[in-house]
């Protein structure tokens, strides 16, 4: 069975760091497109950053570029999301998901078919 499972989320102050975790099962992740999506209440789901296989390659929205660092260990499967500098507005479910087929940048949940549960980013004093 195809499962992306996230963690890592939290409650932090502005400022903060949490990093986010996406483990796969039932797949091998080195073979894989990774992106990682958010979706604040009452917001579309949004794309934060997108990893390709190798790792080489990594793109961020503007609003987390230079906060935020994607990462990926094959070996172990997972894929991170390192997120510093935290803003409330950085407030919302995270999620990692692979794509279906083609994909394009800004990343478009609709071209992802593979999801997580999601994991609750909260950024508040």
């Known amino acids: 069975q195809v499962q992306l499972v996230e963690s890592g989320g939290g409650l932090v102050r502005p400022g903060g760091s949490l990093r986010l975790s996406c483990v796969a099962s039932?797949?091998?992740?080195?073979?894989?497109?990774i992106g990682w999506f958010r979706q604040a209440p009452g917001k579309e789901r949004e794309g934060v950053s997108v990893?390709?296989?190798?790792?080489?390659?990594?793109r961020y929205a503007d609003s987390v570029r230079g906060r935020f660092t994607i990462s990926r260990d094959n070996a172990k499967n997972t894929i991170y999301l390192q997120m510093n500098s935290l803003k409330p507005e950085d407030t919302a479910v995270y999620y990692c998901?692979?794509?279906?087929?083609?994909?394009?940048?800004?990343?478009?949940?609709?071209?992802?078919?593979?999801w997580g549960q999601g994991t609750q980013v909260t950024v508040s004093t």
């Open positions: 998901a692979t794509p279906t087929d083609t994909w394009t940048w800004p990343l478009s949940p609709s071209d992802f078919g593979t």
């Open positions: 039932g797949f091998r992740l080195a073979e894989n497109v």
């Open positions: 990893i390709n296989a190798s790792g080489g390659s990594r």
